[in-house]
């Protein structure tokens, strides 16, 4: 087991160093850098070239690029993320709050599509070809086609018009006040949350009608068991795996993703504090949340994987 | 090949084919989530196509003296703050977001059936180098690496078309790699190799062919998908530029700020895009049904 994890380990490293690569040189395709972007937006700061070039070489964009990336990878050796090439804070400092955010964001919006996911698909599965089944089919298939940024306009605007209220705009940490806290991303999550739970549900749906055929379904039926505890006892244990494994995957993506609905919502995110980074051109930063989102993404993967052994004896670590 | 089929359907007592219109007529009667599926879809079509007939106004023409104007007979779907017609955007909206919905989905799956077919054909090293390289993109939240491709083009319906096939393309790669493998192995292709046909040739005229019911079922897939990421990017203003019309761009700015006062600008395009791939989800899900028997829901 432990031996398993270790190896599973070593194996992100090479992808990592994939990321890195990608992004890094990504970043130095793009036309412009972060004392052009600052230029622009505070033309009176850096008037000369010799000012810009001055401003380049305190941030070591002068330097070849293998140094560039030689620095970068010496500091993450270390957890060091570096400053912010924009605000010229630390990026642990940058990025916290707002990891704070976008985490229980993440959690809430699969919490909610776990507990819509799972009833509803085995409802979808009891009642198969039935109008039950149909109905839950068109609502996920609804989720799936509706854009989490146009539900939460439509949210907002059903708050605003019938019940004259406004979720709080200033993010408040959940140990600070949780009722603010709540009241302001309950709203984003139940729109992510409903999108997200349609891939459960139809995975959950076909699992379960899989699982329902199996011949021990018919004995536990033969020996008169009720159908609930047939269901839960021994249908959902074997269905909800892959279950699971959707949703936690989607989980990651959760994390950085959530780009459009943050804008809708006005939250300072992870994926909102990504774009910005990107159109300041601020490298060190948007390097950071690229290698922050695909750690988390592959470190799911691997818990996925674990509790999978873990859930299922017959599996075997390889 | 024709040949051939028609004796393994002999042999293996399947009936003929039946014509198109009485398949048809099956499709319709067995797949009634489909058929309203692919109704949406015609209709998509129809509006895309013959724009310029149906849509009362021109979609770029400004008439401030009707700005925010409410739904009435003149405009149905009201104004926006440029008293621009909405149904005239929302019909145009439809070129849009089908131009790139195809251009798209069609560039990411055959790119990654080619690289998914060869990955399995040549198999060893080449293989994992290419799963290895497809693991990095996976490791990227699809928007990022498409907001990354904008970054790096700049915006415009082109660019827009490559920065969301980029992400698609390991995906499809995936999966398509995992049917070929299966194909790699048929007698057929020992036969192509015995006969000395190149491994192009190979790929191309005897792999792809066979894996074609997961690429399509991919493509379809992909189609929603594009155009739901389309309406994304152009709603953060890094998409399809203004004025041109696209249902995310309509989104974007005074629906947003006038959403109180005029909810038609933010209703009628959003339920545009909910409507069109809702549509094309449907469709996709009963051509699996069909062409996919293993994923055939009983």
Redesign the interface.
């Given at each position: 087991m432990a031996s398993y994890i270790l190896k599973r380990l070593a194996a992100m490293v090479p992808t990592l160093l994939g990321v890195a690569v990608l992004i890094f040189l990504l970043l130095r395709v793009v036309p412009g850098d972060v004392v052009e972007a600052r230029y622009l937006t505070q033309g009176s700061q850096f008037q000369s070239q010799e000012l810009m070039n001055q401003e380049r070489q305190k941030l070591g964009l002068d330097q070849p690029l293998w140094r560039q990336f030689a620095t970068w990878m010496a500091g993450l050796a270390r957890l060091d993320f570096g400053l912010s090439m924009w605000t010229s804070s630390p990026i642990s400092e940058e990025i916290k709050l707002r990891f704070a955010l976008s985490l229980q964001l993440a959690l809430m919006a699969s919490t909610i599509a776990t507990l819509l996911a799972i009833p509803l698909g085995i409802l979808a599965a009891v009642k198969q070809d039935t109008w039950v089944d149909y109905a839950v089919r068109v609502f996920s298939i609804a989720g799936l086609a509706t854009p989490s940024f146009w539900l939460g306009i439509l949210m907002i605007l059903v708050m605003l018009t019938v019940f004259k209220w406004m979720p709080p705009v200033v993010f408040t940490p959940i140990w600070v006040n949780p009722w603010d806290n709540l009241a302001q991303l309950i709203w984003p999550a139940l729109a992510v949350g409903y999108r997200y739970s349609a891939v459960g549900t139809r995975m959950m749906r076909s699992a379960m009608l899989e699982v329902l055929r199996e011949d021990y379904i018919r004995t536990a039926r033969a020996k008169g068991l009720r159908l609930k505890l047939i269901l839960t006892r021994h249908a959902l244990k074997n269905a909800i795996l892959p279950v699971l494994t959707v949703i936690s995957l989607e989980f990651a993506f959760l994390l950085g993703g959530l780009v459009v609905t943050e804008q809708v919502f006005n939250l300072n995110g992870l994926g909102m504090l990504f774009v910005e980074a990107i159109s300041r051109r601020d490298y060190t930063l948007t390097q950071a949340l690229v290698m922050l989102v695909a750690t988390v993404f592959l470190l799911v993967n691997l818990a996925v994987d674990i509790a999978y052994a873990w859930l299922d004896p017959r599996i075997r670590y390889r | 090949m024709a040949v051939t089929r028609e004796a393994l359907r002999q042999l293996a007592g399947i009936e003929q084919r039946p014509g198109w219109l009485s398949a048809l007529a099956d499709f319709i009667r067995r797949r009634p989530?489909g058929t309203i599926g692919a109704a949406i879809v015609l209709a998509m079509v129809f509006a895309a196509l013959g724009a310029g007939f149906i849509a009362p106004y021109d979609p770029l023409e400004t008439d401030y003296g009707a700005m925010l104007a409410a739904p009435d007979a003149a405009h149905w779907l009201g104004t926006d703050a440029f008293g621009r017609d909405v149904l005239s955007r929302v019909i145009y909206g439809s070129r849009t977001a089908l131009t790139v919905g195809l251009g798209a989905s069609l560039l990411g799956a055959s790119l990654g059936s080619l690289i998914g077919v060869a990955s399995a054909y040549f198999g060893g090293r080449t293989d994992l180098v290419v799963q290895?390289?497809m693991?990095?993109?996976?490791?990227?939240?699809?928007?990022?690496l498409a907001?990354?491709v904008v970054?790096?083009l700049g915006t415009g319906a082109g660019n827009v078309i490559l920065a969301i096939a980029i992400p698609m393309v390991p995906r499809c790669a995936r999966v398509v790699r995992s049917s070929a493998l299966a194909v790699r192995e048929m007698p057929y292709i020992d036969a192509a190799r015995a006969e000395g046909f190149g491994s192009l040739r190979i790929i191309l005229r005897h792999m792809l062919p066979n894996v074609m019911a997961p690429i399509l079922i991919m493509a379809t897939a992909f189609l929603?998908e594009a155009i739901?990421l389309e309406?994304?990017l152009s709603?953060?203003g890094l998409g399809v530029q203004e004025p041109t019309a696209a249902w995310?761009l309509m989104?974007r700015g005074a629906?947003?700020q006038f959403?109180?006062s005029a909810?038609w600008m933010?209703?009628f395009p959003?339920l545009a895009?909910?409507?069109?791939?809702?549509g094309f989800?449907?469709f996709g899900?009963s051509l699996r049904d069909a062409l996919d028997p293993r994923l055939r829901?009983?």
């Amino acid at each position: 087991m432990a031996s398993y994890i270790l190896k599973r380990l070593a194996a992100m490293v090479p992808t990592l160093l994939g990321v890195a690569v990608l992004i890094f040189l990504l970043l130095r395709v793009v036309p412009g850098d972060v004392v052009e972007a600052r230029y622009l937006t505070q033309g009176s700061q850096f008037q000369s070239q010799e000012l810009m070039n001055q401003e380049r070489q305190k941030l070591g964009l002068d330097q070849p690029l293998w140094r560039q990336f030689a620095t970068w990878m010496a500091g993450l050796a270390r957890l060091d993320f570096g400053l912010s090439m924009w605000t010229s804070s630390p990026i642990s400092e940058e990025i916290k709050l707002r990891f704070a955010l976008s985490l229980q964001l993440a959690l809430m919006a699969s919490t909610i599509a776990t507990l819509l996911a799972i009833p509803l698909g085995i409802l979808a599965a009891v009642k198969q070809d039935t109008w039950v089944d149909y109905a839950v089919r068109v609502f996920s298939i609804a989720g799936l086609a509706t854009p989490s940024f146009w539900l939460g306009i439509l949210m907002i605007l059903v708050m605003l018009t019938v019940f004259k209220w406004m979720p709080p705009v200033v993010f408040t940490p959940i140990w600070v006040n949780p009722w603010d806290n709540l009241a302001q991303l309950i709203w984003p999550a139940l729109a992510v949350g409903y999108r997200y739970s349609a891939v459960g549900t139809r995975m959950m749906r076909s699992a379960m009608l899989e699982v329902l055929r199996e011949d021990y379904i018919r004995t536990a039926r033969a020996k008169g068991l009720r159908l609930k505890l047939i269901l839960t006892r021994h249908a959902l244990k074997n269905a909800i795996l892959p279950v699971l494994t959707v949703i936690s995957l989607e989980f990651a993506f959760l994390l950085g993703g959530l780009v459009v609905t943050e804008q809708v919502f006005n939250l300072n995110g992870l994926g909102m504090l990504f774009v910005e980074a990107i159109s300041r051109r601020d490298y060190t930063l948007t390097q950071a949340l690229v290698m922050l989102v695909a750690t988390v993404f592959l470190l799911v993967n691997l818990a996925v994987d674990i509790a999978y052994a873990w859930l299922d004896p017959r599996i075997r670590y390889r | 090949m024709a040949v051939t089929r028609e004796a393994l359907r002999q042999l293996a007592g399947i009936e003929q084919r039946p014509g198109w219109l009485s398949a048809l007529a099956d499709f319709i009667r067995r797949r009634p989530l489909g058929t309203i599926g692919a109704a949406i879809v015609l209709a998509m079509v129809f509006a895309a196509l013959g724009a310029g007939f149906i849509a009362p106004y021109d979609p770029l023409e400004t008439d401030y003296g009707a700005m925010l104007a409410a739904p009435d007979a003149a405009h149905w779907l009201g104004t926006d703050a440029f008293g621009r017609d909405v149904l005239s955007r929302v019909i145009y909206g439809s070129r849009t977001a089908l131009t790139v919905g195809l251009g798209a989905s069609l560039l990411g799956a055959s790119l990654g059936s080619l690289i998914g077919v060869a990955s399995a054909y040549f198999g060893g090293r080449t293989d994992l180098v290419v799963q290895r390289v497809m693991d990095v993109f996976f490791a990227f939240p699809v928007i990022i690496l498409a907001l990354a491709v904008v970054a790096v083009l700049g915006t415009g319906a082109g660019n827009v078309i490559l920065a969301i096939a980029i992400p698609m393309v390991p995906r499809c790669a995936r999966v398509v790699r995992s049917s070929a493998l299966a194909v790699r192995e048929m007698p057929y292709i020992d036969a192509a190799r015995a006969e000395g046909f190149g491994s192009l040739r190979i790929i191309l005229r005897h792999m792809l062919p066979n894996v074609m019911a997961p690429i399509l079922i991919m493509a379809t897939a992909f189609l929603g998908e594009a155009i739901l990421l389309e309406a994304s990017l152009s709603f953060l203003g890094l998409g399809v530029q203004e004025p041109t019309a696209a249902w995310g761009l309509m989104l974007r700015g005074a629906a947003v700020q006038f959403a109180e006062s005029a909810p038609w600008m933010a209703i009628f395009p959003g339920l545009a895009i909910s409507l069109g791939v809702f549509g094309f989800n449907l469709f996709g899900d009963s051509l699996r049904d069909a062409l996919d028997p293993r994923l055939r829901t009983q």
